[in-house]
């Protein structure tokens, strides 16, 4: 039986429309058309010239050949090219996926391939790469931004100028949304620990809603002026490129992270907002007292992918840095989950407000559910913050899938939930808190040591810049934890010092065996590379055994 | 041909959940259980209580015999239940149907008809009218809530007591979100110039993208207080108790609007927003000076209706206000187009800005288009400021339609867009502005005459506090203009006086040819009753005929 509420009331043209971020690009033109946009150097653009670009560039990829479900590929750092391409290649209902300018060719060739990229736009600091890559694939339509070194341009003797292809757009091109907001936005390739990377596949809907909870959570006002420190390439930085055409606000655009550059375009430009891996921030939270000069208004941060140590934390609070911890991953379009500030912490010491907001926090403002449950039952833990479970989320802000892998897909999404994979417990107060992705574990003697609990005890040594703890290979012991750590400018300690420190608060059976100083690989994002380190270790061991 | 974008990737449980505002509430419980949700004399409540009370109601409701897609009516002032029954009705998957209190018996009979309600929850202080409603409806279910007067229960024999219902329900009932965004969460009866009023029928999905609109327009922090001078019975409140979930703000709750409270409310419980009708906002600017002080803090509010007068806007600025000026109508959730304020108009005068502040504006945050637009051809009209066209909105925050009435629903979405029935112009710089509500269009000597300009310019006139203009029959002229006036406080003025103040604004074919003083008939909403103006003329003239 048809409900009276239903009868003659459908869906029409008039009151149901789908959910796309290029939306807020159209809005923030027609109403703030005159305010700024971009800001990149010298270079200045409005929000009318930014939407007219980016009408262009997909008027402009259509004449190429590229349509509807089409995906352009791009290898750009945090320039303007890369905030249009967000504009303006899904107003045409072409799929963006953005690279990570520091692979290497053949892993290029590998995504390009596997997201049939019909065109590739490239940055001429990557042409190296870029050339090598595209070299493999002669269909590849090229597309050369060259706003540092135009001369580049030559490597690509197929290439198109990004310029004359944006001149060569029509206008007045008319775009439309998509007719479903399921249909894909990006493409964004994630790897995992073992295989090839896995294309994890963005919907309209979700990176309209997702782009609407970042201001959510910053309570951001019209008109933010947000600094491009986090790659776009990553999660499509985390949605902010969309998020800022939401408030009509500006994206300062950064070629590539300095932290002398960032204090100076915070005081000139008057940023209020950006966001950073752990390692942007500490290399901020520990700059020279005199780069911060002259800024006086406070500025909004939020930091992912792992917690920020309470150093780190009381520092920026020092410095006017409101810090906002989120968790996520890129199969829920960056931050899904933020350790939400509570008044009722400020009796605490900053010690313990500090721990409280290492932790991964509550769902994401219109993301439905964050759980921690058993991943064969799916049963939430008891939240007792000592029962571990995987990390589920559930809700609109969750990719549509991962491209071509129906058995990853299917997996993913068992039971109804999308399995992080990582390992956590439920605090008494709603709060999850990661003990260890699930691959960080160390089973030392049959016991699971968790690396994230060493690694912050070392983050209490006040000589400890940077730590990560992983599982050594010991023929007693199965595992043991073996530290790897960057020292403070100028600071001094022993490996006994810090084993005597690490004893006040770790049982025996955790203590790191082996304790290594040095600078310690990290991704383009800032993420400290395990897993190269776990490959060294056994490099070690083999050498040692042979 | 399916798209390897969609292949293998369609909606699924984990990653596509209905948009329903019900969810603010639960996240607000979850994540801000401890803070207020609720404010109302010396009632506290917390997010947690509220979220509790909204279950067991949802749950007792369900026990009683409601079901989704069945109607709840309301008859409540802005007391605490009004809140909850926003939150613990479409927990249900029922349909909130809100009316007015100010109804005659036989207008309730109507809509409870109509509507096919099930339950009417009623305020003890309309008990009078409800009784006498309630009495021809032998099935229906009644509801009193006695916070006031807990004797007048005793007038409903049948009624249940609202706390004893809530006490009956199950606090842990698992509510589920509609499995349809598209469902119905409120029913709006809204009355036209002729016929039965109108059922005007929300689904979840804009009640949703509405309440988040309301945030971002106001640039609105988490935890804002928020004074109910609005009647929550009109557009559910504007959808601002969804908004104040989706914030974890505070409800303050007034029974009814007396400006001295408001002041002391503000000062006293920190208020930080409210919306009113130009009538409350008119009554707070001409407040007494000391009934505001000791407050120190700005205070942002909304005025929809009627454009607000310069005067008033100067006064709200100077008394610290900060007035956001909205249009919208019932059909599309209250507000759906905002004066968007541009920091360009600094530099010009008051006068000036009054003037630009005073249009309807653009389309609101998540509303898709608000268009002027020739009714028949569907084509926009020039953006000169002159040409007079039908303003039409499209996108998710306009209705499902009329409850059974095809009619007038397939009338209202003529060409794939909403048709309001008010006239108006687009401007140059994208700015639409009312003209005229059709039916206030004065037409003198075969010459269009708009009432708001009129109005406008007795407005101007210092001694006018409010001023409507009808159109008035007329032997000679088919009609002219009467103009009926309220006076400020002490203030005096001669109807010569005011004929020659309007000459330096007016061409003399629009001089009223008719000026009246006293008290204006007002809507509960604080809206003039021009109907009824025009109908005191008909008969005044019936009887000079007669």
């Not at 998020?243 to 000139?268: H, P, Q, S, W």
Request: proline share 5%; with cysteine.
């Amino acid at each position: 039986m048809v409900s009276m509420f239903d009868e003659g009331l459908e869906r029409r043209e008039a009151n149901h429309v789908s959910l796309t971020p290029v939306d807020f690009v159209a809005r923030a033109a027609q109403v703030y058309g005159d305010r700024l946009a971009i800001v990149y150097g010298d270079l200045r653009r409005t929000w009318e010239e930014t939407y007219e670009r980016a009408v262009r560039l997909a008027s402009a990829l259509e004449q190429t050949g590229v349509g509807r479900g089409d995906t352009v590929a791009v290898l750009l750092p945090n320039i303007p090219a890369m905030v249009e391409v967000h504009y303006g290649v899904p107003m045409l209902g072409a799929v963006l996926n953005t690279l990570n300018t520091r692979l290497d060719a053949s892993s290029l060739v590998f995504m390009l391939r596997h997201g049939e990229a019909k065109v590739f736009v490239v940055d001429s600091e990557f042409s190296d790469v870029a050339r090598r890559a595209s070299a493999e694939l002669p269909e590849l339509k090229v597309v050369c931004v060259s706003d540092v070194t135009p001369a580049e341009l030559h490597r690509f003797p197929r290439a198109i100028d990004y310029e004359d292809l944006i001149a060569s757009g029509d206008p007045k091109y008319m775009w439309s949304p998509p007719t479903d907001e399921w249909e894909a936005i990006a493409l964004n390739y994630t790897s995992g620990t073992t295989g090839d990377p896995k294309g994890v596949v963005y919907h309209h809907r979700g990176a309209y809603l997702n782009a609407i909870s970042n201001i959510l959570e910053w309570d951001m006002a019209k008109h933010a002026i947000y600094l491009w420190t986090l790659p776009m390439f990553h999660c499509n930085g985390w949605c902010f490129p969309w998020t800022i055409a939401a408030r009509a606000g500006v994206n300062v655009c950064l070629r590539r992270f300095d932290a002398k550059m960032v204090y100076d375009l915070i005081r000139e430009e008057n940023v209020t907002h950006y966001c950073g891996a752990p390692i942007v921030q500490g290399a901020l939270a520990n700059a020279p007292e005199e780069w911060r000069k002259g800024i006086t208004h406070r500025v909004s941060t939020m930091v992912a992918g792992a917690a920020p140590s309470p150093t780190v934390i009381a520092r920026m609070e020092e410095i006017g840095f409101d810090l906002t911890h989120v968790y996520g991953l890129t199969e829920v379009y960056g931050p899904a989950a933020v350790c939400a500030r509570q008044e009722r912490w400020a009796t605490f010491s900053q010690q313990e407000i500090a721990q409280l907001n290492a932790r991964q926090g509550v769902r994401y403002h219109l993301q439905r559910s964050v759980s921690v449950m058993d991943p064969d039952t799916l049963a939430p833990v008891a939240n007792d913050g000592e029962t571990v479970g995987e990390i589920m989320f559930r809700g609109n802000i969750c990719m549509k899938g991962y491209l071509k892998n129906e058995y990853a897909t299917e997996d993913a999404f068992r039971g109804g939930w999308f399995h992080t994979g990582d390992l956590g417990v439920m605090m008494p107060d709603g709060y999850i808190q990661i003990k260890d992705r699930s691959k960080d574990i160390i089973i030392s003697g049959g016991e699971n040591i968790s690396s994230i609990e060493i690694e912050d005890t070392l983050y209490r040594h006040p000589a400890v810049e940077v730590a990560a703890v992983v599982a050594m290979p010991d023929e007693k012991w199965g595992e043991v934890p073996c530290a790897f750590l960057e020292l403070k400018d100028g600071a001094n300690v022993s490996v006994d010092e810090l084993v005597a420190h690490c004893r006040l608060f770790l049982a025996s059976f955790k203590l790191p065996k082996s304790i290594r100083f040095g600078v310690l690989p990290k991704t383009s994002t800032g993420k400290i590379q395990k897993g190269t380190l776990r490959t060294m270790l056994k490099q070690e061991l083999g050498r040692a055994d042979g």
